[in-house]
């Protein structure tokens, strides 16, 4: 192990140690919702985003993904797990009409944070299109699927409004749109560019055959 590695491995167990002092930072507050047997006025939002944050951070931690960063894994597993505690107690101690309440705000909260990162995951993709000014590599029948569910999902959640289905859905049927748009825009383009590439394929053949065929025979011995 190189002077590097032990430093960085030092400063991560360092790290790991503020950042579940961070993650149990809440406990006095949940001992007091225990206590009371009620959540009052406290927001379970804060903690819906240690979640997300800490599964992300655990997924990007891990060997196939990004080797060496088990100390990523360790805290930001932890934190998962202390953050899924926290909203399970949100959930058992709201009362009545506020427990339904708090239960569609917290499940409607991640529904949109994953629904967005789905459909903004063509972003990369929609970057490289302007760039090469080629959609070959932006199925069209993807884009074309998620305007339509965008579409649908943004006008059934209008009919009776729901914040959590339109938000994440009417960006997402903004961003088909964009897709859409850059297809229509490139897709000539694109054709020209995929027949050039053909042509300079054939072309290269040709010429390894005919050189091929110009070479001398070796005598056999």
């Given at each position: 192990m190189?002077?590097?590695?032990?430093?960085?491995?030092?400063?991560?167990?360092?790290g790991n140690i503020i950042s579940g002092a961070l993650?149990?930072?809440?406990?006095?507050?949940?001992i007091e919702i225990w206590k009371k047997r009620s959540v009052e006025q406290f927001s379970p939002i804060p903690y819906l985003a240690m979640v997300v944050n800490c599964m992300v951070w655990t997924l990007?931690?891990?060997?196939?993904?990004?080797?060496?960063?088990i100390l990523v894994v360790t805290i930001n597993g932890s934190g998962s797990g202390v953050a899924l505690i926290?909203?399970?107690?949100?959930?058992?101690?709201?009362?009545?009409?506020?427990?339904l309440k708090k239960r569609s705000e917290i499940v409607g909260t991640v529904c949109i944070l994953f629904n967005i990162m789905m459909y903004a995951s063509p972003l990369s993709v929609m970057k490289l299109v302007i760039k090469t000014k080629s959609v070959e590599y932006m199925p069209f029948y993807i884009s074309l699927a998620s305007f339509g569910n965008g579409v649908a999902w943004t006008?059934?959640?209008?009919?009776?409004?729901?914040?959590?289905?339109?938000?994440?859905?009417?960006?997402?049927?903004l961003l088909a749109v964009a897709q859409?748009?850059?297809?229509?825009t490139y897709y000539k383009s694109t054709q020209r560019q995929i027949a050039a590439r053909n042509a300079t394929k054939e072309v290269n053949?040709?010429?390894?055959?005919?050189?091929?065929?110009?070479?001398?025979?070796k005598p056999n011995h």
């Open positions: 190189t002077t590097a590695d032990i430093a960085r491995t030092v400063v991560g167990i360092i993650f149990l930072s809440p406990v006095p507050t949940f990007y931690g891990l060997p196939m993904v990004h080797p060496h960063s926290f909203i399970a107690l949100f959930l058992i101690y709201s009362d009545g009409k506020k427990r006008t059934y959640a209008l009919i009776r409004f729901d914040p959590f289905i339109t938000i994440p859905n009417g960006l997402g049927t859409l748009l850059l297809y229509a053949l040709s010429h390894v055959m005919v050189g091929n065929a110009t070479q001398p025979s």
